[in-house]
C-alpha cells in the first residue's frame, strides 16, 4: 500500500490546479469574450477608433496629428516643417504629435522657457490665421498634457475658418458648417467645454464635394 503524499506536496497540487483553472478562465475564456462582445457592441470604438479616406486608413479620431507641409528635404531632421494653411491646425504638441512619445512639456506657470514658447507660438498663430495676436485663443498657444489631444476650442476652429476657405477657395460659409457639424458636446452634458475633432474636420474637408 502506498503512503500518502505528504501535506505540503498536496497543498502545492491544489495550488497548481487552482492557478491552471484561474488561468483558463481569466487567462483565456474571459478575454475572449470580453473582446466578442466588443466586436459586436462597438467594432468602432474596439479597433481604435479609425478614420479612412479613399480606404485608406490615415489616423485615429481619438489622436491628434500634425498636417503640414512636405519637407523640401525628408531627410533633414533638422528642417523646421511648416504648417499646411489649408488643413485646420491642432494644438501644439511638445513631441510632435509622436504616437510612442506621448507627453506634456513639463514646464511649470513659472518658467521663462514656457513664456518664450507662448509668445512665439501667439506671433505665429496669429500671422498664420491673419487676426489680432490679442485674440488668439488659449489652446493655441499650451500643448495638452497628453500632448495628443484630437481637439481644440470652438474659438481656435473659428480662427481658422477664413485661412482654410480662402486657401480652398470655397465659402467661408460652407467651412464654417463643417466646424458646426463636428463641434462635439460637453462630456455628459457638463463636463469640461465644447470642442472640435480636428482629425474628423479635416476629413469631411477633404471628402468629394
Known amino acids: 500500500m502506498s503512503k500518502p503524499l505528504p501535506a505540503i506536496v498536496r497543498t502545492h ?4 490546479r487552482v492557478l491552471l483553472v484561474l488561468t483558463v478562465i481569466l487567462g483565456v475564456a474571459y478575454p475572449l469574450l470580453v473582446t ?14 479609425i478614420v479612412k479616406s479613399d480606404g485608406k486608413e490615415v489616423g485615429s479620431s481619438l489622436l491628434g496629428q500634425n498636417y503640414n507641409l512636405p519637407k523640401k528635404n525628408p531627410d533633414d531632421k533638422e528642417e523646421v516643417a ?4 489649408k488643413w485646420f491646425q491642432p494644438r501644439p504638441a511638445a513631441n510632435g504629435y509622436a504616437g510612442d512619445n506621448s507627453g506634456a512639456s513639463n514646464l511649470g506657470p513659472n518658467s521663462e522657457d514656457l513664456r518664450k514658447n507662448v509668445d512665439d507660438r501667439r506671433k505665429a498663430v496669429a500671422a498664420f ?3 489680432d495676436p490679442a485674440s488668439v485663443p488659449a489652446d493655441a498657444l499650451t ?3 497628453s500632448g495628443l489631444d484630437p481637439h481644440i476650442s470652438v474659438a481656435y476652429a473659428k480662427e481658422q475658418v477664413k485661412r482654410v476657405a480662402e486657401t480652398r477657395k470655397l465659402s467661408q460659409d460652407t ?10 458636446g460637453r462630456s455628459l452634458g457638463f ?3 465644447e470642442g472640435v475633432n480636428v ?6 474637408l477633404d471628402a468629394p464635394k
Open 36 to 49: 466578442g462582445i466588443s466586436q459586436v457592441a462597438f467594432s468602432d470604438k474596439a479597433n481604435g477608433s
Open 82 to 85: 511648416l504648417p499646411d494653411p
Open 199 to 204: 482629425v474628423l474636420l479635416n476629413k469631411a
Open 143 to 145: 500643448a495638452s498634457g
Open 191 to 193: 463636463l469640461g467645454q
Open 13 to 16: 497540487f491544489t495550488a497548481l
Open 175 to 184: 467651412v464654417a458648417k463643417l466646424v458646426e457639424k463636428y463641434t462635439e
Open 129 to 131: 490665421d491673419g487676426v
